[in-house]
Nanobody
Framework: QLQLVESGGGLVQPGGSLRLSCTAS????????IGWFRQAPGKEREGISC????????SYGDSVKGRFTISRDNAKNTIYLQMNSLKPEDTAVYYC???????????????????????WGQGTQVSVSS
């Protein structure tokens, strides 16, 4: 059974850093694009980053570009989101999600349509406040 579990959220001061983890089980990362999304109270779900099934392709939303970095560890079947220079507007529940890639290997990823991602984790809360 395909499962995703996020961890690493918490409360941090503005300008601080956090690293989120998304541990996958029941499938191999080589066949899936993994995306990170977030949702703040009263706001729509926002795609912020993704990593391709090959692991070589990444993409970032404008709101996090230059501050967040996505990566993965195949040995641990885990995807990371390193978040630096955090701002109060980064406060949200963060989710990772998986999108199956029929061809298996791809250097491209997109998070533009969250409906492409069929499997989701339970989310982890990130709060940025002084």
């Amino acid at each position: 059974q395909l499962q995703l579990v996020e961890s690493g959220g918490g409360l941090v001061q503005p300008g601080g850093s956090l690293r989120l983890s998304c541990t996958a089980s029941g499938f191999t990362l080589d066949d899936y694009t993994i995306g990170w999304f977030r949702q703040a109270p009263g706001k729509e779900r926002e795609g912020i980053s993704c990593i391709s099934s090959s692991g070589s392709g990444t993409s970032y939303g404008d709101s996090v570009k230059g501050r967040f970095t996505i990566s993965r560890d195949n040995a641990k079947n885990t995807i990371y989101l390193q978040m630096n220079s955090l701002k109060p507007e980064d406060t949200a529940v963060y989710y990772c999600a998986a999108d199956w890639v029929p061809s298996g290997y791809s250097t491209y990823c997109s998070f533009r349509d969250f409906r492409d991602f069929r499997s989701w984790g339970q989310g982890t809360q990130v709060s940025v406040s002084s």
